[in-house]
Nanobody
Framework: QVRLVESGGGSVQPGGSLRLSCAAS????????MGWYRQAPGKERELVAE???????NYADAVKGRFTISRDNAMTRVYLQMNSLQPEDTDVYSC?????????WGKGTLVTVSS
């Protein structure tokens, strides 16, 4: 059973930073593409960033230059460093991977950016 557990969310003022972490288990992490998604109430879930097993990355235009995704295969964790946060970044951030023929999601962690 794949399990993804996010942590690191919280409240921050505009311009601040947060680092999200996703701990993965039950998956061959070294070959898994890992992604961070976000969703606000009433809106579609959108890709924020993803990283392949080889370390290639892809970012949503809205976060390029501000967010950085990274992975630690030894710790089976994927991280999202978020800098220069803005109120429009307020969302629930979830970790996702595709494994064994289906998508697996964590429960998410809430990020609130407000003055």
């Amino acid at each position: 059973q794949v399990r993804l557990v996010e942590s690191g969310g919280g409240s921050v003022q505009p311009g601040g930073s947060l680092r999200l972490s996703c701990a993965a288990s039950g998956v061959n992490f070294k070959i898994a593409t890992m992604g961070w998604y976000r969703q606000a109430p009433g809106k579609e879930r959108e890709l924020v960033a993803e990283i392949t097993s080889g370390g290639s990355t892809n970012y949503a235009d809205a976060v390029k230059g501000r967010f950085t995704i990274s992975r630690d295969n030894a710790m089976t964790r994927v991280y999202l460093q978020m800098n220069s946060l803005q109120p429009e970044d307020t969302d629930v951030y979830s970790c996702k991977t595709n494994y064994d023929g289906r998508s697996w999601w964590g429960k998410g962690t809430l990020v609130t950016v407000s003055s």
